[in-house]
C-alpha cells in the first residue's frame, strides 16, 4: 500500500519516523526534526520541509549526512551491504553490471574524490528522469564534479541527497510525475532534431528555418494536433499556433509559450520548456472534455536567439507588429537572405503576410511564459518554482581607451598612459557600483589590448559594458555612474575615449495581477513563493510592449548553468510547472 499524506500528518513521531524510513540514508534525525512541520498540504510540501530541516542544522550534520552515503560502486556495494534503497539504485543504474574498466575508472575516482573533499560522492544516479542514468553518464558527471569547488561540491552534494530522497518519497508514495516525465521526453525526443555541423558531435543548435528548425516545427504541430489543440498552423515567420477554443470560440484567450530555435550547443529546455507545459494543460483539458470560459493559444516562437540573422524575437515581434522589414534583406553567414530561407521553408517571405500576424491585444487577457530560470537562485535555494517579478531592462555599449604605447622597461611609472589599466580599474568600479544596489548587474565582459606585446604598456584597451536592472532608473543611473567614472578615470590619467551604445531594451515589470496569479498558484502547491528578477530577456518581454505578462521560473540544475547541454531540469520540478499552469488556468476560469 501506497503512504499517504493523511497517514503521515496523522502518525505520532515514532510512527512518522518509521514511515520516512529510508529516505535519507541512515539519518532518521531528519524525519524526526521533519515531524514538528506537519501537516503537509502536499508531497512538495513535506520534500520542502525535509530540505528545510537539513538547512537548518548546520554543516557537521549536513557533512555526517553525506558520509552516511555509500560510494558509487564501492566496497560496500561489492559486499552487498548497501541499504536497500541504494543496493536498488545502484543496480538500476546499472552500475552492478560495470565492466572491469568501467569498474577500475569509477574505483579510481572514488578514492581522488574523498582525497580531495573529504566525503564520498553523491550522486543521484536514477537522474532527472528517475529512470537511471547511464555509465558513461554517471562516469562523465564524476569527472566533471571532481574539478569542482569544495563550496560548491558541498551543496552539490546537498542538492543530491535532495534528489535522491525525493525519488525515494515518490516511490514510498506510489507517485509518478506523468505530466513531468511527458514534457521531459517531448524535450529529449525534440532535441533529437539539430543543425549539422552539431548533430554529428551529439549538440543541439537549432538555428532560424534550417531543416532541423522545420523539423522541430512539424514535430510540434503533430504533438499539438494530438495533444488537441482545435487548430494548430505554422504562420508566415514558422512560429507554430495552437489553439484550444474556450467554451465561446470566439472567446478571448489567453497567450502563451516561448521558443524553439537554440543557441549553439544548448541545453534542451531554453525556451522549449515554456511552450510544452501548457501543451500539457492542453492534452489534459482535452481528455477531461473540458472548456474552459477562455481559450488558450500556445505559440512555439520560431526564432528568440539571433543566431543565424542579427533579429531577436524575430517570433514574438511579429506577434506585436515589430517586424523590421529591413530583417528579410539581412545574409545569414553563407550570403542567404532572410526572404530566401522564408521561401525555402515555403513560407511566403513578404511583408503582407507577416504584417498579418500582429494580435490585437483587445482579444487577449494576456500573455504567462513558463522558462528554466538558466540562472543559480532557485538551485541554491533548493526551491523547484521562482516567480518573476520584471524582466530586467538592460544597455550595451562597446567602449575604447586610447593611450600611449611605450617601451615598458624604459618608461617609468610615473610617465605612462596605460589603457588597460584604465579600463581595469573602471571593470572594478564597476562591479562595486553594481553589488550596490540590489537587483542591478554589470558586466564587462570584453577586454582587449588590440595587437598587445608583453614587453610594451597598452596604449589602446577595447572593452565592452552590460548593465542590467530590473527598472530603467536603476539600470540608467549605474549607466550614469559607470560613464562619470570612466571620465574621471581617463581625465586623471591622461587618456581619451569614446563609448558607444550598441543596445538598449527597456525593464518589463510582471503585471502585477498576473504575477499574483503566479504567485497563487505556487503556494496552492505548498511551495513557498520566491519572488525574483529575470537577467535575461525572454519573449515576455516583447509581448509585454502590447499587453499584461508575468513569468514563472523553473529551477535548473546544475548551478544553473544554461545555454550548455548540460542545462537540465527534473520530472518532478516540471510536473510543479505544469500543475502551476493547471492552477493559473482555474484561477482564471473562476474569474472570466
Ligand atoms: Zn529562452
Known sequence: MPLTLAQLNAASQPEFVALLDGTYEHSPWIAERAWHRRPFASLAALKRALVEVLRDAGRDAQLALIRAHPELAGKA???????AESTHEQGKAGLTDCTPDEFAKIQRLNAEYNAKFGWPFILAVRGPRGTGLTRAEIIATFERRLAGHPDFEFAECLRHVHRIAEIR????????????????DWAEELATESDPGFKEHGQLTVTYLTDAHRACARRLQAWMKHAGFDEVSIDAVGNVVGVYHGRDAGARRLLTGSHYDTVRN????????????????????????????????????????GQRYKATFLGSGALTGHFDPAWLDQADADGVTMRDAMRAAGL????????????????????????????????????????????????????????????????????????????????????????AVPDVVGTMGQLEVPAGSINVVPGRCRFSLDIR?????????????????LERICRQRGLTCVLEETMRAAAAPSDPVWQRRWENAVAALGLPVHRMPSGAGHDAMKLHEVMPQAMLFVRG???????????????????????????LLDQLAETA
Not at 77 to 83: N, P, Q
Not at 169 to 184: M, Q, R
Not at 469 to 485: F, H, I, K, M, S
Not at 561 to 581: C, G, M
Open 557 to 583: 540544475l546544475n548551478a544553473g548553468i544554461s545555454h550548455n547541454p548540460l542545462e537540465s531540469s527534473t520530472n518532478d520540478d516540471i510536473e510543479l510547472a505544469v500543475r502551476a499552469f493547471q492552477h
Open 169 to 184: 518519497l515518490n516511490d514510498k508514495f506510489g507517485v509518478t510525475p506523468e505530466l513531468g516525465n511527458l514534457v521531459w
Open 77 to 83: 556495494m561489492v559486499a552487498k551491504t548497501l541499504t
Open 266 to 305: 544548448a541545453g534542451k529546455y531554453d525556451g522549449r520548456l515554456g511552450i510544452f507545459v501548457p501543451m500539457a494543460c492542453v492534452r489534459e483539458l482535452h481528455r477531461a472534455g473540458r472548456r474552459l470560459p477562455f481559450g488558450l493559444e500556445v505559440v512555439a516562437f520560431a526564432e528568440e536567439e
Open 348 to 435: 511566403p517571405g513578404t511583408m503582407d503576410a507577416i504584417a498579418a500576424l500582429k494580435r490585437d491585444p483587445a482579444r487577449y487577457l494576456g500573455f504567462v511564459e513558463v522558462h528554466i530560470e538558466q540562472g543559480p537562485v532557485l538551485n541554491e535555494l533548493d526551491l523547484p518554482l521562482g516567480v518573476v517579478t520584471s524582466i530586467n531592462g538592460g544597455r550595451r555599449f562597446l567602449g575604447e581607451v586610447v593611450g600611449m604605447a611605450s617601451h615598458a622597461g624604459t618608461t617609468p611609472m610615473d610617465r605612462r598612459r596605460d589603457a588597460a589599466v584604465a579600463v581595469a580599474q573602471l571593470a572594478v568600479y564597476l562591479e562595486r557600483r553594481a553589488a
Open 469 to 485: 536592472a530590473t527598472t530603467d532608473a536603476a539600470r540608467d543611473a549605474c549607466v550614469a555612474d559607470v560613464t562619470a567614472e
